[in-house]
T-cell receptor
Framework: GAVVSQHPSWVICKSGTSVKIECRSL??????MFWYRQFPKQSLMLMAT?????????EQGVEKDKFLINHASLTLSTLTVTSAHPEDSSFYIC?????????????FGPGTRLTVL | SQQGEEDPQALSIQEGENATMNCSYK?????LQWYRQNSGRGLVHLIL?????REKHSGRLRVTLDTSKKSSSLLITASRAADTASYFC????????FGAGTTVTVRA
């Protein structure tokens, strides 16, 4: 099956710093990628839809200036958590749909665990 | 927003037994998908069932969908210790909305 990678797999940073997380589709092109956040023992919450060549679409309640998304190519989307605070500590997961339709199954990255001290 | 609700929240069974979990949702869907997540890892796609399908099988997995009741079930037959994981349903209306998940523990 298709492979989606994330980098880094974990990161620890100081409060106030910015952290960039990369999501790559390794063997297919993805015009759309999705970013989720998952708190311990909870479900995945969609944060935003990343669109190649255009602005990301953010879910209600997600600050676009805090979570910057750049989908610079058909295989790479990045999420930058700006001025991170301890409450931003979470598991961030990206996904990309098989083929060109977001109605298809999604391939998920392995996730990035962010800890903000 | 979270659309799917899963039941039960947690399930503990003996190896070899079957595990059944249910998912209810609120609005109309294009399809419903089931995913598995091992602790601290990404999600693995299990089955996609379209709104015009009623039942689907994949190996030891059986999924049903009742659009009139807005519910779906996932059955894992002859469970193994490796099936220990959290299972999520996700409704798909262009983007996925995940349920709260069912944590399944299979005891050896």
């Amino acid at each position: 099956g298709a492979v989606v990678s994330q980098h880094p797999s974990w990161v620890i940073c100081k409060s106030g710093t910015s952290v960039k997380i990369e999501c790559r589709s390794l063997d297919f092109q993805a015009t759309t990628m999705f970013w989720y956040r998952q708190f311990p023992k909870q479900s995945l919450m969609l944060m935003a839809t990343s669109n190649e060549g255009s602005k990301a679409t953010y879910e209600q309640g997600v600050e676009k200036d805090k979570f910057l998304i750049n989908h610079a190519s058909l295989t790479l989307s990045t999420l930058t958590v700006t001025s991170a605070h301890p409450e931003d500590s979470s598991f961030y997961i990206c996904s990309a749909p098989r083929g060109s339709s977001s109605y298809n199954e999604q391939f998920f990255g392995p996730g990035t665990r962010l800890t903000v001290l | 927003s979270q659309q799917g609700e899963e039941d039960p929240q947690a399930l503990s069974i003996q190896e070899g037994e079957n595990a059944t979990m249910n998912c209810s949702y609120k609005t109309s869907i294009n399809n419903l998908q089931w995913y598995r997540q091992n602790s601290g890892r990404g999600l693995v796609h299990l089955i996609l069932i379209r709104s015009n399908e009623r039942e689907k099988h994949s190996g030891r997995l059986r999924v049903t969908l009742d659009t009139s009741k807005k519910s779906s079930s996932l059955l894992i037959t002859a469970s193994r210790a490796a099936d220990t994981a959290s299972y999520f349903c996700a409704t798909n209306d262009y983007k996925l909305s995940f349920g709260a998940g069912t944590t399944v523990t299979v005891r050896a």
